[in-house]
């Protein structure tokens, strides 16, 4: 069985691109990214149950907040993920005046954010 591909962030001249290898699949503006998840910064909250377990190290206040831009470069992603943003226009416009690539890509990190990785919840 072989490994399934794993795609990294970069970010060149200000735009976001998941890489892997020579293939770079282009994102969109970094800073469009990060106006569309809601800034620079992103926190994630846990109940008291979730925040016990001894491998989540969350604030007093039972979150863990990161560094958008770092997070988006630091992740790793998957080939399903980096498929359904590839499927997405990246030169027709959302609802947010973005592209729509950008707006998926979005949606799709935020979800899995959200759900604490885990997307069957």
């Known amino acids: 069985m072989t490994d399934p ?3 990294e962030g ?8 998941l890489v892997e290898g ?9 800073d469009a990214v990060v106006d569309l998840i809601g800034g ?20 007093d206040d039972n979150t863990i907040t990161f560094d958008v831009r ?3 470069v630091d992740w790793v992603y998957t080939e399903d993920l980096v498929r359904n943003v590839a499927e997405a226009s990246l ?3 959302g609802d947010s005046g973005h592209p729509i690539r950008t707006e998926v890509f ?6 899995i954010w959200d759900s604490k990785g885990n997307l069957e919840a």
Do not use: F, N, P
């Open 10 to 17: 970069a970010v060149d001249d200000g735009t976001l691109y």
């Open 5 to 7: 591909t794993r795609y």
């Open 40 to 59: 620079e910064t992103y926190t994630l909250e846990y109940d008291e149950k979730q925040s016990s377990v001894a491998w989540l190290s969350t604030d």
């Open 106 to 111: 979005v949606d799709m990190v935020t979800s």
């Open 91 to 93: 030169e027709q416009t």
């Open 22 to 30: 020579d293939h770079w699949i282009k994102i969109g503006q970094m």
């Open 70 to 72: 770092e997070e988006l």
